[in-house]
């Protein structure tokens, strides 16, 4: 019997916006699938085809589905008794730390990218970095909070962001000691990163599982921001941000970051796909963090390295069902 395709997206956190512009990349590769939106209240709506595309101004504007909806529990056991399989085309939160593929799992519903277990460890940047170092993985030293002001006084800049947030949200830099009242003050609502500011180059690379076997690492790309730091405003909103892909980094570096995002894939035991992001420094690669649900709007950054790679989008998301369903039934 074949399933049900049904692609997943919204979501209750702040990257619920990217996640609209994922899906409509995602609903253009596969048009026949239907369409199911999380929304905020935890209530899951399906939506028609040009409500989804209609949508003019998804990283700026809140999607509304003009739907009924059910909670979102029901609608995961909707998806079991239909023998649904679900493209996850979210980002973030309940979405990305494992709290909804563990529901899936629990239920037997076959889904896109990492399970639960890898997805959780991921999600947590400090986590994730000290088991990409146990891989072999360079990664920057953490700061704890009460020592920023030495650090600060040992480094000359810091940079502090969400322990567990994604899209670039959150990012503090310390470049004087009055930017450290505003990492305290985002430290009392949440957990926050703190490292040294390392100068480079921003690289990102996907990590590709297909269903032959092959594990391998895509291009990397090369971010150059249009103003300053590759934030929320430049990932999604401005026109002057390069990604350049493959990056114009030397044949060795490409090779190092190349095989530190299988590493790091590895070592966080992601399925699927992946994207690790570094900066490139003076001394080599070092490690960011990992996205086990990296964008896949039309402007991001994974999609593109598919196609330098010549692997067609609507080919990659049907790859990766067939993984999801193989998965599900082993």
């Known amino acids: 019997m074949v399933k049900r395709i049904t692609i997943l997206f919204g979501g209750t956190n702040k990257e619920r916006l990217v996640s609209v512009a994922s899906a409509q990349a995602l609903h253009r590769a596969l048009p026949d699938a239907e369409l199911w939106f ?35 529990e029901a609608a995961l056991d909707k998806a079991k008794a239909e023998d649904r399989v679900l493209v996850l085309g979210l980002h973030g939160g309940r979405a990305e730390n494992g709290e909804l593929q563990a529901m899936c799992e629990m239920r037997g519903i076959p889904f896109t990218g990492s399970g639960s277990a890898s997805s959780h460890l991921a999600f947590d940047k400090v986590a994730a970095k000290r088991f990409a170092a ?43 000691r009055q930017d450290l009242v505003a990492v305290r003050n985002a430290a009392r609502t949440e957990d ?118 010549g692997i067609g989008f609507a080919d990659f998301l049907r790859d990766q069902i067939t993984l999801a369903i193989r998965r599900t039934s082993s």
Not at 39 to 61: C, I, W
């Open 134 to 176: 146990i891989a072999g993985v360079k990664a920057p030293a953490g700061i704890a909070l009460e020592h920023i002001d030495a650090a600060l006084a040992e480094h000359g800049r810091l940079i502090a962001k969400p322990a567990r947030d994604g899209s670039s949200y959150g990012l503090i830099f310390v470049n004087v």
């Open 192 to 309: 926050y990163l703190i490292e040294p500011f390392i100068a480079g180059v921003e690289a990102t690379c996907g990590v590709l599982e297909q269903s032959d076997g092959a594990v391998f690492s895509l291009p990397p790309i090369e971010i150059v921001p249009g103003e300053g730091a590759f934030d929320y405003t430049a990932k999604y909103l401005l026109k002057s941000t390069q990604e350049i892909c493959p990056g114009r980094f030397s044949p060795e570096i490409t090779a190092e970051i190349m095989a530190q995002a299988a590493k790091a894939h590895r070592a966080l035991s992601c399925s699927g796909y992946s994207r690790t992001d570094f900066i490139v420094s003076a001394k080599g690669p070092v490690y960011l963090e990992t996205n086990t649900l990296p964008g896949l709007t039309a402007a991001s950054l994974y999609p593109k390295a598919l196609k330098e790679q």
């Open 38 to 72: 999380w929304d905020v209240a935890d209530t899951v709506h399906e939506v028609t085809s040009p409500t989804l595309l209609g949508h003019s101004r998804p990283f700026e504007d809140d999607f509304k589905p003009g739907s009924r909806g059910i909670a979102l």
